[in-house]
C-alpha cells in the first residue's frame, strides 16, 4: 500500500492513507457515523454538506454503487475516510464500483486508515475542523494549517446552500425489491410544501406513497408564497449547519405556526421548528450519527431503533412550556422529539425516513397525515 | 416494568448430550441463565443429563438434577420440586421438544407450571412446517415453493411453478429412493416418474431449490412490550447447500445494501410477532437470490441457538443472559448492557 493520501486534523494529529478518489485537497469537520450498511446515501445526504465522514464499519465498498440508492443529486460529503476498501463489489444492484464512483463525483477519499483510532479520538476530543488531501507532494504542517483554517460549523448557515434554486413537483414512491423506484401510485389526498434545506429523496418517497402531492420549495421562500397555496401541511426538511443563523426559515416557520397548518419537521426541520417556538439549540460534541441509536417514545415507552445524523441539538431545558418533549436518546438522554399542545405542529431529530437505517420511526409520517386529517374537518 | 414477583423458583431444562453438529453453545446459554436468573434471587432448578457441562457445576443452580432430559424423568422433577414456571428457551431443540411432551402429558397442567420465554403455541408453531408456512403466508412472507405431483400432467405443471433447479423426493421412501435434484425439463420428468414409480402412495413433492443462494440470519431480541432489537446479521460465506454448522459465517452480514437489509430485518421482527415469541431470542433464517434479490425465509427458532452464541461472541451482546431477564418480566430499556459500561441501553 502506497502513502499518497493524508488526513490532518486541527489539534496536529495526522492519518496517513491510501488515495481512493481524486487527488485533490478539502476541508470540513470530521464526523464518525456507526451505520453498517448504507454508505451511498451516506455519501449522497445533503446533512452532510460541509463534513468529511469517517465510517467505522471496517469494510466499505461491498456493495458497489447504483442509480437508486441515491439520497439527493449529488455527494455532499467533503470527504470519505474507510479502513478497507474490498478488491470486488457483490451485489446485483451495483452498477459501479465504489472508487469509479468517487472519483466521477471528484470526491477526496482516504482507505486504510485506522478508522477505530480516528474515531476513539473524535469521541473523546469531539467533531474537529480536518483536511484531507490526496496526490504527491503531501505537506503535513501545510494540511494542518489548512485544517485550522475551516471557519467550523458554528454559525453556518448551509441550508441555503445546498437547497434547490426553483420549485419542483415530487412524484417517485419508495423502492421495492420488484419494481425499483417507479412514480407512486398512491391516490392523492394531500397538498403538501416541502421545506428543502437539504431533504433526503426517501422523505419524498414516503410522504409520497401516504398520500401527498409535494410540491419541493427552495430554504428562503417567504411564508406568505407558501399560505397563498393554501396547502394542507408543511413539512420542514433535514438539512446541514447550525439552525441558529437561519433567520429566514425561522420567520417563516413563525408565521406558518400561527396560520393553524400542520407541520412536521426532521432533523434540521425540527431545530428550526424548536427555534421559532421559542427553544434554544448548541453544538454537541461528537453528535449522533449512525443507524442504530435507540430513542424512547415518551407517551408509550416504546423504543425505536433510529437513524441519527446530528451536530446540533434542541436543549430540553429551554423548551417554551407549550411545547412538550416526545422522544428521548437512550444514548445520551438527549431531546429527539417534540409536539406542541395547542397547534398541529411536531418535529423529530432522528430520521423516521430511514435510508440508510430502520424504518421503526415511520409512523411518525402517519401522524403527520393524521393531523392533516383532522386540521381538513 | 420491573421483574415478576408472583414467581419464586424456575426450572431450566438442559440441551443433554453434547452431539455431532453441536459445540457448547448450550452449556454457554444454560449457565447464562442460571447466573442471571440467580442474581434475582429466584431459586433456580436445573435438569441436564450432561455432567461434563459448566452449568451443572454445584454453584451454578440451587437444585441440579443430572437426569436424562425426557419428560418422564423430569415430570418427577417437577413433582418433587414444585417449580412456578419452565423456561425451555435455553436448552435447544431438546429442551423445547421436553417442554412440549410435559404439555402434551398434562404434567405442566396437573403441577401448575408456565412456560416462560417461548408459549406452547409459538414453539408448535415454528416447529411444523404447515403451521409456519401459513403464518409465514399471513405476513406476506414466501418460502420455497413446494408442489405435490402425481403424475406427468401435474409434473408439467409444477415445473412451470417450481422453475430450475428443483429437489424432487418421492414420499414414504426409505432415504429418499428415487428422489434427486432437477436442472431442466429432461431430468425433472425423468426423475418425477422414477419418483411416483418408488413411492408407495406414487406421490413425489417438488420443492424450489435454493441451492447457491446467498444464506442469512438474523438474531432478533424482544420484549413484552413489543421493543424489537437486531442483535446481528450473519452472512454465511458459503452459499445454500453447504450447511451453516459447516459454513464460515461473518458478522454482519456483507454483500446486502441498506434497502435488502431493511427488508430482511423488518421481515425478522414481523416473524417474531406473527409466531409469537414475547419475550427472548430467536433466529430467523433467509435465503436471497444473488441474481435479482428475491428473499425466502428459510425457518425460525424461537429459542437461542448456535447463531445466538456466535452473534454473543461477535457483538459482546449476552443474548441468553438478556433473554432470561426479559423472560422474567424486564424490559429491554430497563437492562443495561455490561459491555458498555452500562452506558448503552437497549
Known amino acids: 500500500m502506497i502513502d499518497n493520501a493524508l488526513l490532518a486534523l486541527e489539534d496536529g494529529s495526522l492519518f496517513y492513507g491510501t488515495s481512493i478518489g481524486v487527488d485533490d485537497e478539502s476541508i470540513g469537520e470530521v464526523v464518525f457515523n456507526t451505520s453498517i450498511t448504507g454508505y451511498q446515501e451516506i455519501l449522497t445526504d445533503p446533512s452532510y454538506y460541509k463534513q468529511i465522514v469517517t465510517l467505522t464499519h471496517p469494510h466499505i465498498g461491498n456493495v458497489g454503487t447504483n442509480l437508486e440508492d441515491e439520497e439527493s443529486s449529488q455527494v455532499f460529503v467533503s470527504g470519505l475516510i474507510i479502513r478497507d476498501l474490498p478488491m470486488v463489489m457483490s451485489n446485483w444492484r451495483a452498477t459501479e464500483n465504489l472508487r469509479d464512483y468517487l472519483i466521477r463525483h471528484n470526491i477526496v477519499a482516504i482507505a486504510e486508515i485506522d478508522t477505530r483510532q480516528l474515531t476513539r479520538h473524535l469521541r473523546k476530543h469531539g467533531a474537529m475542523k480536518a483536511c484531507i488531501v490526496a496526490g504527491d507532494n503531501i505537506d503535513a504542517d501545510k494540511s494542518i494549517k489548512t485544517a485550522e483554517s475551516f471557519a467550523g460549523l458554528i454559525g453556518m448557515d448551509l441550508a441555503k446552500k445546498v437547497s434547490t434554486t426553483s420549485r419542483y413537483n415530487w412524484v417517485d414512491g419508495i423502492w421495492d425489491l420488484e419494481d425499483g423506484i417507479q412514480a407512486s401510485h398512491s391516490k392523492k389526498e394531500w397538498r403538501v410544501i416541502a421545506y428543502d434545506f437539504g431533504v433526503k429523496r426517501n422523505i419524498l418517497r414516503i410522504l409520497a406513497d401516504l398520500g401527498c402531492e409535494i410540491t419541493v420549495v427552495s430554504a428562503q421562500t417567504p411564508a406568505s408564497e407558501v399560505l397563498a397555496e393554501k396547502p394542507d401541511g408543511i413539512f420542514l426538511s433535514n438539512g446541514p449547519g447550525d439552525p441558529d443563523p437561519c433567520d429566514y426559515a425561522i420567520t417563516a416557520i413563525k408565521k406558518i405556526i400561527n396560520s393553524g397548518l400542520p407541520v412536521f419537521g426532521i432533523c434540521l426541520g425540527y431545530q428550526l421548528l424548536s427555534l421559532a417556538l421559542g427553544a434554544k439549540t448548541s453544538k454537541m460534541k461528537f453528535g449522533h450519527h449512525g443507524a442504530n441509536h435507540p430513542v424512547q417514545s415518551l407517551d408509550d415507552g416504546q423504543v425505536l431503533i433510529t437513524s441519527q445524523n446530528h451536530g446540533f441539538a434542541v436543549d430540553e431545558k429551554t423548551l417554551p412550556n407549550d411545547l412538550i418533549a416526545t422522544h428521548r436518546s437512550l444514548f445520551d438522554g438527549s431531546l429527539q422529539g417534540v409536539h406542541h399542545v395547542k397547534y398541529p405542529v411536531f418535529g423529530f431529530q432522528g430520521h423516521p425516513e430511514a435510508s440508510p437505517g430502520p424504518n421503526d420511526s415511520k409512523r411518525l409520517f402517519n401522524h403527520f397525515i393524521e393531523l392533516m386529517q383532522e386540521h381538513k374537518t | ?346
Open chain 2, 1 to 346: 416494568m420491573p421483574k415478576r414477583t408472583d414467581i419464586k423458583s424456575i426450572l431450566i431444562i438442559g440441551a443433554g448430550p453434547i452431539i455431532i453438529g453441536q459445540a457448547c453453545e448450550f452449556d454457554y446459554s444454560g449457565a447464562q441463565a442460571c447466573k442471571a436468573l440467580r442474581e434475582e434471587g429466584f431459586r433456580v432448578i436445573l435438569v441436564n443429563s450432561n455432567p461434563a457441562t459448566i452449568m451443572t457445576d454445584p454453584e451454578m443452580a440451587d437444585a441440579t438434577y443430572i437426569e436424562p432430559v425426557h419428560w418422564q424423568t423430569v415430570a418427577r422433577i417437577i413433582e418433587k420440586e414444585l417449580p412456578d414456571t419452565l423456561l425451555p428457551t435455553m436448552g435447544g431443540q431438546t429442551a423445547l421438544n421436553c417442554a412440549l411432551d410435559l404439555d402434551k402429558q398434562g404434567v405442566l397442567e396437573k403441577f401448575d407450571v408456565e412456560i416462560i420465554g417461548a408459549s406452547k403455541d409459538a414453539i408448535d408453531k415454528a416447529e411444523d412446517r404447515e403451521k409456519f408456512r401459513t403464518a409465514m403466508q399471513k405476513i406476506g412472507l414466501t418460502m420455497a415453493k413446494s408442489e405435490i405431483v402425481h403424475n406427468q400432467e401435474e409434473a408439467k405443471a409444477a415445473m412451470e411453478i417450481i422453475g430450475f433447479p428443483a429437489i424432487i423426493r418421492p414420499s414414504f421412501t426409505l432415504g429418499g429412493t428415487g428422489g434427486g435434484i432437477a436442472y431442466n425439463r429432461d431430468e425433472f420428468m425423468e426423475i418425477c416418474g422414477q419418483g411416483v414409480d418408488a413411492s408407495p402412495t406414487n406421490e413425489v413433492q417438488v420443492d424450489q431449490s435454493a441451492l447457491g443462494w446467498k444464506e442469512y440470519e438474523m438474531e432478533v431480541v424482544r420484549d413484552k412490550k413489543d421493543n424489537c432489537i437486531i442483535i446481528c446479521s450473519i452472512e454465511n460465506l458459503d452459499p445454500m447447500g453447504v450447511h451453516t454448522g459447516d459454513s464460515i459465517t461473518i458478522a454482519p452480514a456483507q454483500t446486502l445494501t441498506d434497502k435488502e437489509y431493511q427488508i430482511m430485518r423488518d421481515a425478522s421482527i414481523k416473524v417474531l410477532r406473527e409466531i409469537g415469541v414475547d419475550t427472548g431470542g430467536s433466529n430467523v433464517q433467509f435465503a436471497v437470490n444473488p441474481r435479482d434479490g428475491e428473499l425466502i425465509i428459510i425457518e425460525m427458532n424461537p429459542r437461542v441457538s448456535r447463531s445466538s452464541a456466535l452473534a454473543s461472541k461477535a457483538t459482546g451482546f449476552p443474548i441468553a443472559r438478556v433473554a432470561a431477564k426479559l423472560a422474567v418480566g424486564y424490559t429491554l430499556d430497563e437492562l443495561e448492557n455490561d459491555i458498555t459500561g452500562g452506558a448503552t441501553r437497549a
